[in-house]
């Protein structure tokens, strides 16, 4: 009973347009593929969510913030945003078209500084192949590895202290070896 009450109450935020997390998750989707097609980077819904996922990182480590209300989980493929994933497996087979048309209500939500940061991260990954993502990000001592290997059960949050600094270890390490860190 209680699957088939949150299903109507995601299907009722969907229908109703209300700013809630899937609202939230979808603007960000929306503004993150159509970085990527302004840039011709060939996309699918694995690389979207692998991309989300280290913006979202990226912005845990460098400026102790969250892109977004929702704490992304792990899925048997790689770290993932629930309601986009429910948003499409139900009936939005055409995810990426679908939101190509959204509105654009993300971007003014970064500072400057945001904005420089995920541009740089939608340019090193939206070159990449999805499994090349996929690997990078599912390889031992992950945030999603040890969420993913703690517990039986396939779907959990990915705690945001273990993407924090797992984020910011890369981040300091690639200033150090670029001689960028002060």
């Not at 109507?8 to 997390?21: F, N, Q, T």
């Not at 704490?71 to 078209?97: A, M, Q, R, W």
């Not at 939206?126 to 969420?147: M, V």
């Amino acid at each position: 009973m209680k699957k088939a009450k949150d299903f109507l109450k995601y299907m009722l935020d969907l229908v109703s347009g209300k700013k809630s997390k899937l609202n939230e998750s979808l603007d960000f989707c929306a503004y993150v593929i159509k970085e990527c097609v302004k840039r011709n980077y060939f996309i699918d819904f694995s690389k979207i969510q692998c991309i989300m996922y280290c913006v979202y990182g990226a912005n845990l480590a460098v400026f102790d913030k969250k892109i977004c209300k929702e704490t992304p989980i792990t899925f048997s493929t790689g770290p993932v945003f629930d309601s986009i994933l429910k948003y499409n497996y139900h009936g939005h087979c055409e995810l990426i078209d679908e939101l190509l048309q959204r509105k654009e209500n993300f971007k003014t939500r970064f500072s400057d500084e945001q904005r420089v940061l995920t541009e740089y991260i939608i340019n090193y990954f939206g070159q990449k192949r999805s499994q090349e993502c996929l690997a990078w990000l599912t390889k031992e001592n992950t945030p999603w590895h040890i969420t993913f290997n703690q517990s039986l059960e396939v779907i959990l949050k990915i705690d945001d202290k273990l993407t924090k600094n797992f984020f910011e270890k890369i981040i300091v390490s690639k200033e150090l070896a670029q001689g960028t860190k002060s």
